[in-house]
């Protein structure tokens, strides 16, 4: 516990989940008055009134383990220790042939024991997804941390359209069994639509796509049937995702792309450039 309540009044808790053994708090920094620094302040105030705030996540472990991504851990207290979490030289072996196919790192470290467990604060968003032995797939750089229950591993694109045009490459990261994960989202939670499909189909214009249940197939297909149809559609190869499951789609995310990299300009172009290429 921290001795100092000042902190704690300067925090919200956006979203946990509590076991008992394993208790998840995603916190937020109500404002940042640090600064003695004018031009960082300035900076700060500009940060405030665009509604952006400095997040946390915070991990309490009762005898239990968080596998977290490298790099991530901030600061922790109790009688915590760090397993490199390789499993054998089987696991050793599948963690390496992972860092392969995803190029993502091969050894997510665990820590286990009890006591408290903060990550490295970022302006980024977090979201908790609790699993009952189920099965997702995420987009890639989005796992954040994960209960020690849960298998954080590889899944392989089931069809070649997918793997050469699905923008993710030929693998991606899976995360199964029982348990509460963390993913670090490019959008919050109140712009992203949870679609659930019931044998049914969800086409996207775009790499968009944040998660999917394991159950739900996934390709790339053209808009149009032949070159006629792509000309008169206005598309061109759309994710297509198939069958009876989940998917999160986050249709802001290529608008704020397209703000970071040409400004707001970019997005009254867009519709003219879109139908009249020329």
Known sequence: MIAESKFYNNINVLDSV???????????????????????????YYIQQAGMTLKQVKVTLN????????????????????????????????????????????????????GEVFLEPSFSHFIVVSLDNGSIIVDKGIFYCAESSLEVGVASQKNISAGLFGGEGWFQTKISGTGTCILESP????????????????????????????????????????????????????????????????????????IGASGVSSLAAAPYNRNNPA
């Open 18 to 44: 509590d076991k008992g053994n394993f208790k998840a708090e995603i916190i937020e920094y109500k404002s940042l008055t640090g600064s003695k620094n004018p031009s960082l302040a300035r900076h700060l």
């Open 187 to 258: 959008v919050p939670m109140s712009e992203i639509l949870k679609y659930n499909l019931d044998n049914e189909r969800l086409q996207v214009d775009g790499n968009f796509a944040l998660l999917r249940s394991d159950s739900v197939k996934f390709s790339v297909e053209r808009s149009g049937k032949g070159i006629a149809g792509k000309l008169t559609s206005g598309e061109g190869l759309l994710q297509t995702f198939e069958g009876t499951g989940t998917v999160w789609l986050a249709p802001t995310q290529p608008v704020y792309g397209s």
């Open 63 to 114: 005898n239990s383990g968080v596998i977290v991504e490298p790099g991530a851990l901030y600061f922790q207290k109790g009688n915590i220790t760090c397993d490199a979490n390789i499993g054998g030289v089987g696991g050793l072996a599948k963690k390496m042939i992972k860092n392969k196919l995803t190029n993502e790192s091969a050894f997510n470290p665990l820590y286990k024991g009890t």
